[in-house]
T-cell receptor
Framework: KQEVTQIPAALSVPEGENLVLNCSFT??????LQWFRQDPGKGLTSLLL?????REQTSGRLNASLDKSSGRSTLYIAASQPGDSATYLC??????????????FGKGTLLTVNP | NAGVTQTPKFQVLKTGQSMTLQCAQD?????MSWYRQDPGMGLRLIHY???????DQGEVPNGYNVSRSTTEDFPLRLLSAAPSQTSVYFC??????????????FGPGTRLTVL
């Protein structure tokens, strides 16, 4: 059974700092990995999706990397802003048997960026 | 496009009552799914569908029924509500063909309380 772990569970940083969020998964047979953002009381918004054959994806100040063999992904946020404050979730889509259509989520990292 | 819509946004039920959570998408996505989000548990998959007439169970299907009569709609039915079903419910959709990037799009959620 796939398990996804996100460390740290919470992170508080001053505005302008560069930061890294970590995601690890136990089964390397994945189809893709996706990073989401969730604001309080809201749904999830997709930030970046990395296919299993890719090493990284970039969007603006965000960069996500994937090391499938070691079961790790990182989300790098450059020059953080108070508007980046949210919970960040990592999810992997399986690539074996009946798990092909299922996303397994981590529990998220709660990020607070202080002005 | 409206994206993924969910109704109602809030609902309070008494134990034993039944109700249907509605989910609709206008992006012609084949894949639709229901998740529940609970504190400390993360997002857990309830049921999913890869097309009209096709549904399957996720990680926590007990107490929930689904059907998929059209591509656009994927309702979730609670036949006899229990306090353990108090949660926030999210519907999501995506393409699922290997040839397309399957970014998941989430609805805004339904907050359900069962007394």
């Amino acid at each position: 059974k796939q398990e996804v772990t996100q460390i740290p569970a919470a992170l508080s940083v001053p505005e302008g700092e560069n930061l890294v969020l970590n995601c690890s998964f136990t089964d390397s047979a994945i189809y893709n990995l996706q990073w989401f953002r969730q604001d309080p009381g809201k749904g999830l918004t997709s930030l970046l999706l990395i296919q299993s054959s890719q090493r990284e994806q970039t969007s603006g100040r965000l960069n996500a990397s994937l090391d499938k063999s070691s079961g790790r992904s990182t989300l790098y946020i450059a020059a953080s802003q108070p508007g980046d404050s949210a919970t960040y979730l990592c999810a992997v889509r399986g690539n074996s048997g009946g798990s092909n259509y299922k996303l397994t989520f981590g529990k998220g990292t709660l990020l607070t960026v202080n002005p | 496009n409206a994206g993924v819509t969910q109704t109602p946004k809030f609902q309070v039920l008494k134990t034993g009552q039944s109700m249907t959570l509605q989910c609709a998408q206008d992006m012609n996505h084949e894949y639709m799914s229901w998740y529940r989000q609970d504190p400390g548990m993360g997002l857990r998959l309830i049921h999913y569908s890869v097309g009209a007439g096709i549904t399957d169970q996720g990680e926590v299907p007990n107490g929930y029924n689904v059907s998929r009569s059209t591509t656009e709609d994927f309702p979730l039915r609670l036949l006899s509500a229990a306090p353990s079903q108090t949660s926030v419910y999210f519907c999501a959709s995506s393409y699922w063909s290997d040839s397309l990037v399957d970014t998941q799009y989430f609805g805004p959620g339904t907050r359900l309380t069962v007394l």
